[in-house]
């Protein structure tokens, strides 16, 4: 049993993420994503890929060494078991617009194609109660947090969505850093406690480490 | 004389100094930053280049990213 007493001033877990939680996409925003949020108190967490664990993956995501072959959805899955006792639900299938989704949606997928399918599987959907969809280039990180049934929001958000080919084009060699990773992780998680314990929060944030550049929105 | 931050995210930030009567686009000459494919934002809020700025200002070249690696 996971004792939470060093945050319950912070955030109650029996009191405040009794909401299910989803994650598409568990590479590097989603892998350290979900182990905080299952660190910090969410207990009914699904997760959605259908890639698997690969070399270049080890030093940017939060898989083994032992892990490299197997799915993704399956070794985050073990790790999370292994670290706090959650066990989350694995599919290891992409989401498109009819996938049925619910509660807490967010999104951290590869390219702009997989959120405009998400987006027509949460956009107006009464289930999802908050959506997060956060985008990674190299050090700079945009994070969305919206509420999809405010049309105001829907407007917001709908300004933010670009194609694949109008986006920063990174080398394959600067596309992802661990230190960013679990700074966008402590962000949405920031996001997902906010939304618990029914705080304002930022609909977007965008930060830089390399400028240490932060913008709220 | 005015004083602006010019950041373009991911690259470099500088501190340029302008007329009273200067703009975005004219901080951007200064700094010798080209906006093209950026969403470019004067303290936060997206901007047109013809918009005036004021010592303190910070403007933001901000990238279009889509990676989740």
Known sequence: MTDFWRQLDIVNPEEHLGFSVTVIGCGGIGSPTVLALAKMGCADISVHDDDRVEDHNLPNQIYRLADVGELKVDSLSNVVLDFTGVKPLRYSQRVGPATELGGVVISGVDSMQARQDIWKAVRYNPAVSVYVDARMGAEVCRIYTIQPTDPDDVAFYERTLHTDGEAQDLPCTAKAIIYNVFMIAALICSQVKKFGCGQAHPREIIFDLVTLSLIVT | ?69
């Open chain 2, 1 to 69: 004389m005015q004083f602006v931050k010019v950041a373009q995210l991911g690259k470099t930030v500088k501190e340029v100094s302008l007329d009273t009567d200067a703009t975005v686009a004219t901080a951007l000459e200064a700094a010798e930053l080209r906006s093209a494919g950026f969403e470019v934002r004067l303290n936060g809020a997206p901007c047109a280049g013809t918009e005036k700025t004021r010592s303190g200002d910070i403007i933001t070249l901000v990238p279009q990213i889509k990676g989740g690696h």
